[in-house]
């Protein structure tokens, strides 16, 4: 969700900083283990996300042609950089539901959990976050976003 290593990190740790504060009231049976561990997360990216400048298209240039065979490795990092900041672009609860859903796997129930939502709410965010990624990247959102 941050696209840094170093704030991911950072996130983690202060995740668990928190799991360990809330160590000695917590009551099984309650929320999942997992469930409140991604969602501490989830909201301390959001956090981060907010207190930093996102990151604009045009700033990361033109994107090589890819015609003609397997991209290469450049060409493997401008789409890579583009989605990125596209990402990067998006309101924080539909990046959120992005990342969670096809990056991290999880199912939309699992999404909705997680981000204190609906189903049907989740599903409005990714439907919504597709739409934005797609008019972003314009002409190169079917290429960029493995769609057909």
């Not at 996102?54 to 033109?62: D, I, N, P, Q, Y």
Request: charged share 25%.
């Amino acid at each position: 969700m941050l696209g840094d290593r170093a704030e991911a990190e950072d996130v983690a740790q202060e995740t668990f900083v928190r799991l360990m504060a809330k160590a000695d009231g917590w009551q099984p049976g309650q929320a999942a283990l997992r469930t409140w561990l991604h969602r501490v997360a989830v909201n301390l990216c959001i956090d981060r996300r907010r207190a930093r400048r996102a990151v604009s298209l045009e700033t990361l240039g033109e994107v090589g042609d890819m015609a003609g065979g397997a991209p290469s490795s450049d060409a493997r990092i401008d789409r890579r950089r583009l989605v990125h900041a596209a990402l990067v672009a998006l309101p924080d609860r539909q990046r959120a539901a992005v990342v969670l859903v096809y990056y991290q796997g999880f199912s939309n129930g699992e999404a909705a959990a997680l981000l204190g939502a609906s189903v049907e709410a989740v599903e409005s965010l990714l439907a919504r976050g597709r739409r934005s990624l797609k008019q972003q990247l314009g002409a190169r959102a079917s290429d960029l976003l493995g769609e057909p």
